[in-house]
């Protein structure tokens, strides 16, 4: 099973965005029991929050389905239970590896490092446009499942 944790700082736009991209991504494969998918926040701001609505409106403009789910902190647990941990931007690659302490393992990547274009995903919280997010979350998405899938 590959386990993948995406991380961004509140766990209510783009970690749980790139969650549920990445489950349906998988679904629609007919792989989904090969993968576990899961994501959390590195502040504790907005623990307990579900999806914002932004996220929520964005994934289902295009057909995504998304749970209810209540936004989580990383823990150093999760590091030795993920595969992959998954920040949206450097930001999250620092205070991941704050809360995680090395990464003695290189598990720790930005999510747009498997794409050709390797770069950080705005915060639609701070930018409004999760149109964008979105389209950077599906890129990031698509490039990873190809390398993962690609190693099997």
């Known amino acids: 099973m590959i386990k993948v944790m995406f991380v961004c700082l509140g766990n209510i736009c783009r970690s749980p965005m790139a969650e549920f991209i990445l489950k349906d991504l998988v679904k629609k494969k007919g792989i989904e029991n090969e ?5 959390s926040a590195t502040s ?10 932004g996220t929520v409106r964005k ?7 998304i749970e209810h789910r209540e936004a989580v902190r990383l823990t150093q647990n999760d590091y030795r239970t993920y595969d992959y941990i ?5 930001a999250n690659i620092r205070n991941i590896l704050r809360i995680v302490g ?30 964008k997010t979105y389209e950077d979350i599906l890129e990031g998405c698509n490039a990873f499942l190809e390398t993962v899938l690609s190693k099997k």
Do not use: C
């Not at 993968?35 to 994501?39: A, E, G, R, V, W």
């Open 102 to 131: 090395d990464d003695s393992e290189n598990k720790v990547y930005r999510l747009l490092d498997f794409s050709k274009n390797s770069r950080d995903i705005a915060d639609p919280w701070y930018t409004g446009n999760f149109d």
């Open 44 to 53: 504790y701001e907005e623990i307990g929050n579900d999806v914002h609505y």
């Open 35 to 39: 993968f576990l998918i899961k994501s």
């Open 86 to 90: 998954l920040g949206m931007e450097e």
């Open 59 to 65: 994934l289902n403009s295009v057909g995504v389905p």
